[in-house]
């Protein structure tokens, strides 16, 4: 192939940028001889000193212009080089620690955090650091260090939601997004981040095939001796490396996040959901599933999950105690809806007397919210995950107002609404002692007890419904205080932290979707601007959480077997590194309200993605999902598991843990709050999101038909919300599914309706 530009070109058009092209040898998975290729006086022609091997490098685009550059390196062995690997390298020969480092589901702010060994689960009443003003405490991961010596990161590309890095340095006014492929012909690919011991210059890696030196991370911990292998390439051999590079002008964390969203898209085929089943039929087989294995008829309520497990028993909000109880009010049976009721009594005998709730019970005993049973620890009983009690405030909220709407002869027992009033006030009491809400607080008093993190982020929108049901509006006063602080020390730093109460506090997804949901909250109950510009950078942060491409499972693999695709699954934190179904646990819907107020159709587009992925993964009984057990799981199970890496083991990646878990509940959310059909009757376009296929026709009189065909063998009940730009600028608030049509179509059958 004829290459094109020079290597001075290129370094001047990337600012820059050092760019080398190398051939790294490797002894197991320690590093030995590396072999620097050099290019000819007119840089595009490469070779080794030794002449073992050559490369053409080609170069097309311009990386400061919007498409990018796209560099491809073709390496070719001119005679044996057992244990290789072929690497582009950029280097920094101006940087600093406070460059803003990202990998999408990996790496926020170069994970520059305080790190303490632990393992799995990590327990906070093991460590001395507590109070209200602990800094943020991440567990052993993969970072940048964040004091003086040399740092670095090693990753494969299956650590990744999209496989880049993004670098931002924000003094210098630029910013810089190096995309690749998962992988070549040899298998994954490999990213590394390496600093100087001055921090004052730093060198960008791609690998190929992946190798990560000495160490690879596993669960909570870095110190895992690597599995990674070089490849033994004959002479003659060929492989190709690949990498877009972008530059641009770049002085805010939101400018990078705003170009990430676009970058994130490119060169990607348009989303198409697996096939599976239509949402409706996945309710099905999800309800009765909950009526035969979740119910427990001792004590009255939902269960989160099937197994004789203490955490698999009831555990408040987060993996959806309370949470799933709301979808089946909604679209339940009369039976689920008076187990839902029933639920919420169970809740209420668990509230302590600061108002926050015990946060787990198991066989009718309750306990605190830590996670193991290992000596040593300070009154475990005593500490509860502040989200939990976030979560179900809100969800509570959600459930009044929804028996408002759909029961409106149900009178919600006085002792309920009290209960959710001293809930409500047990949050405003943090906030009026310590300025913030933390992350752990002592159960039974109120005490905050571990501080910082974005863990209670879903509290500013329960207070903000609190205040317009109750009538009170030192509820919003404090929902909005804490909310500005929340985007002061979070969102406008871009990254999240402490969502999940077992990873300390390690940046996660779950805290980004939980302060979006909190801004939209805010925009619609108060109609204030401010709000949906923060609920647009949240939600462009949450995005880089969301698998962006169809991950390449290993042949044989049960997902592999399954033609499981990745796009729109949801990674965790960068702790438990796999991707999941759904986002735990919500149902998204902040991301239509936030199209229907800003009409940006990549909130739509990602919502379609996150909903469209989530029924591939549930295990019934004509399409059965097997565990790593070898089991097949039963009809309505899900497991959270989508393990793109090998953090649990290579033999793990594309294969699931065999528990019933919380992205049950989020599917159940997706079609209790989410439409299957999105129509702007103004424009004549649509967006399908459930499981069906639709057409629009006009007649000659300017009649408009939608058509929908369902071209599966289960009947569908498909939800449809067709509304013009004028009806887009009111609020959807909570509860607002009712109000949209649904169509009913038979197996393998078609309706036509006039919009």
Not at 277 to 298: C, G, H, I, M, T
Not at 554 to 577: C, H, M
Request: glycine share 10%; aromatic share 10%; hydrophobic share 35%.
């Amino acid at each position: 192939m004829e290459a094109n530009g020079s290597l001075e070109r290129y370094e001047r058009e990337t600012g820059g940028l050092r760019l080398s092209c190398s051939v790294n040898g490797y002894e197991g998975t320690e590093p030995a001889l590396k072999r620097a290729l050099m290019p000819d006086v007119e840089g595009r022609y490469w070779r080794t000193d030794d002449g073992l091997w050559s490369a053409v490098m080609d170069t097309r685009g311009d990386p400061g212009d919007g498409a990018g550059m796209e560099l491809t390196c073709f390496f070719q062995a001119l005679g044996e080089s057992p244990s290789s690997t072929v690497a582009l390298s950029w280097e920094w020969p101006a940087w600093s620690k406070d460059h803003y480092v990202l990998v999408p589901g990996a790496v926020y702010a170069g994970n520059r955090f305080e790190a303490r060994s632990l393992p799995y689960a990590p327990c906070w009443t093991k460590l001395d650091d507590y109070g209200p003003d602990v800094p943020t405490l991440i567990t052993d991961v993969p970072r940048l260090s964040l004091d003086g010596g040399p740092s670095a990161f090693h990753l494969l590309t299956g650590d990744t939601a999209t496989p880049l890095a993004a670098i931002m340095d924000g003094r210098g006014g630029t910013g810089w997004v190096f995309v690749t492929d998962q992988g070549t012909e040899l298998g994954d690919t490999s990213l590394h981040l390496e600093e100087s011991a001055d921090k004052r210059s730093a060198r960008f890696t791609i690998q190929a095939p992946g190798v990560r030196p000495t160490f690879q991370y596993t669960m909570a911990t870095t110190t895992a001796p690597s599995t990674d292998r070089a490849h033994d390439f004959a002479a003659g051999q060929e492989i190709r490396l690949r990498c877009r590079v972008y530059r641009f002008p770049c002085e805010s964390i939101r400018e990078l996040y705003e170009r990430l969203a676009v970058i994130r898209e490119e060169g990607s085929a348009p989303f198409e959901p697996a096939p599976s089943l239509p949402l409706s039929a996945a309710w099905a087989v999800q309800e009765r599933k909950y009526n035969e294995r979740n119910w427990n008829a001792e004590l009255g309520y939902y269960a989160v999950g099937t197994i004789d497990m203490k955490h698999q028993d009831w555990q408040i909000g987060w993996v959806g105690g309370g949470m799933s109880s709301y979808a089946l009010l909604l679209e339940g049976d009369e039976l689920s809806a008076e187990r839902a009721l029933e639920t919420l009594r169970f809740m209420f005998s668990s509230q302590t007397e600061a108002g926050f709730f015990h946060g787990v019970c198991y066989k009718g005993q309750w306990y605190g919210d830590e996670f193991n049973d290992s000596p040593g620890r300070k009154h475990p009983e005593r500490w509860h995950i502040l989200r939990k009690s976030a979560d179900a405030l809100y969800f509570l909220m959600k459930h009044w107002l929804a028996l408002g709407r759909l029961r409106p002869e149900f009178v919600v027992p006085e002792e309920w609404l009290e209960g959710t009033r001293r809930l409500a006030d047990a949050f405003v009491s943090l906030w009026s002692r310590y300025g913030q809400f933390g992350q752990w607080v002592h159960t039974s008093t109120g005490e905050l007890l571990i501080g910082g993190s974005a863990g209670g982020a879903i509290a500013p929108a329960g207070l903000a419904l609190c205040a317009r049901y109750f009538g009170n509006p030192a509820y919003l006063e404090v929902a909005q205080a804490a909310a500005l602080r929340y985007y002061r020390e979070f969102t406008s730093r871009g990254v999240t932290t402490g969502g999940p109460g077992e990873i300390l506090q390690c940046p996660d997804s779950e805290s980004a979707f939980a302060l979006l949901e909190s801004y939209i909250v805010l925009h619609e109950e108060t109609g204030e601007g401010e709000w949906l510009a923060k609920a647009e950078e949240a939600a462009l942060q949450a995005m880089t959480w969301c698998v962006s491409y169809d991950f390449d499972f290993p042949e044989g693999s049960t997902f592999e077997r399954l033609a499981i695709r990745t796009t729109g699954s949801v990674i965790a934190n960068v702790q438990n590194k796999h991707s999941a179904p759904g986002i735990c646990t919500l149902s998204g819907d902040s991301l239509l309200k936030l199209y229907r107020a800003t009409g940006n159709e990549r909130y739509i587009r990602l919502l379609r993605e996150i909903a469209g992925n989530l029924p591939q993964y549930l295990s019934r009984e004509e399409r059965p999902v097997m565990g790593w057990d070898g089991q097949n799981m039963p009809a309505g199970y899900m497991s959270e598991r989508v393990n793109m890496s090998d953090w649990e083991g290579k033999d793990r990646i594309g294969e699931v843990i065999p528990y019933s878990c919380w992205c049950e509940a989020s599917l159940m959310l997706a079609y209790a709050e989410v439409p299957g059909i999105y129509v702007d009757t103004a424009k004549h376009t649509f967006i399908v999101i459930d499981q069906v296929k639709c057409s629009l026709a006009e007649g000659v009189d300017g009649r408009v038909a939608l058509t929908v065909r369902n071209p599966h063998p289960y009947a569908a009940k498909v939800k449809l919300l067709a509304e013009d730009s004028s009806l887009r600028s009111r609020p959807l608030g909570v509860c607002g599914s009712p109000d949209w049509r649904v169509l009913t179509i038979a197996a393998g059958g078609s309706v036509e309706i006039e919009l």
